[in-house]
């Protein structure tokens, strides 16, 4: 079965300072990878997601995320951090091996940064 | 391009009620998927409808349900509410071409059980 860990709850950081947040995962194949930030009484939104090709896929805001298959990580990332950078952030994955699989969403990084 | 949109944004409900919950996804996105999302559990993954089916469904008991209409409007159902229902209900929509498509959700519906 497909799963997403993501071994930080919280993430603190300064702001300008570069900031990542951690996300693993397991399936059974190639993974289909995805981010998504959610602000405070706010549906999900799509950051970025890494398919195939180059593994480092750039998305939304500045973000970053860099796939690596032998780590089965996929951690995000972004140069300098903002104030309104603040959110919680989740990891999914899909498995392309499972038809009618849906996304499985890791447990959510509370990501602070701090002014 | 309007984004997904839910109705209502917020609801309070008793005990032993049901309640209806609406999602309108982006127009020309054939599936929609619903999420209930807890701070003990997190995202949890309700159902999937495509074409008006069901083609997908979570670990949840049958007091969940929805439907899917043919204009890809969706609905989700809950009965006989119990506390532990109390959550924000997230629904999200895609074109659903192949499994790289990405979802994009709603701002949810925030349902309280009294």
């Known amino acids: 079965a497909q799963s997403v860990a993501q071994p930080e709850d919280q993430v603190k950081v300064a702001e300008g300072n570069p900031l990542t947040v951690k996300c693993t995962y397991s399936v059974s194949g190639n993974p289909y990878l995805f981010w998504y930030v959610q602000y405070p009484n706010r549906g999900l939104q799509f950051l970025l997601k890494?398919?195939?090709?180059?593994?480092l896929v750039k998305g939304s805001y500045g973000f970053e995320a860099e796939f690596n298959k032998s780590q089965t990580s996929f951690h995000l990332k972004k140069p300098s951090a903002l104030v309104s950078d603040s959110a919680l952030y989740f990891c999914a994955v899909r498995d392309p091996n499972h038809y009618g699989q849906n996304f499985v969403f890791g447990p959510g990084t509370r990501l602070s940064v701090l002014p | 391009k309007a984004g997904v949109t839910q109705t209502p944004r917020y609801l309070i409900k008793t005990r032993g009620q049901q309640v209806t919950l609406s999602c309108s996804p982006i127009s020309g996105h054939r599936s929609v998927s619903w999420y209930q999302q807890t701070p003990g559990q997190g995202l949890q993954f309700l159902f999937e409808y495509f074409s008006e089916t069901q083609r997908n469904k979570g670990n949840f008991p049958g007091r969940f349900s929805g439907r899917q209409f043919s204009n890809s409007r969706s609905e989700m159902n809950v009965s006989t509410l119990e506390l532990g229902d109390s959550a924000l209900y997230l629904c999200?929509?895609?074109?659903?071409?192949?499994?790289?498509?990405?979802?994009?959700f709603g701002p949810g519906t925030r349902l309280t059980v009294l």
């Open positions: 890494y398919i195939t090709g180059d593994n």
């Open positions: 999200a929509s895609s074109l659903e071409r192949g499994y790289t498509d990405t979802q994009y």
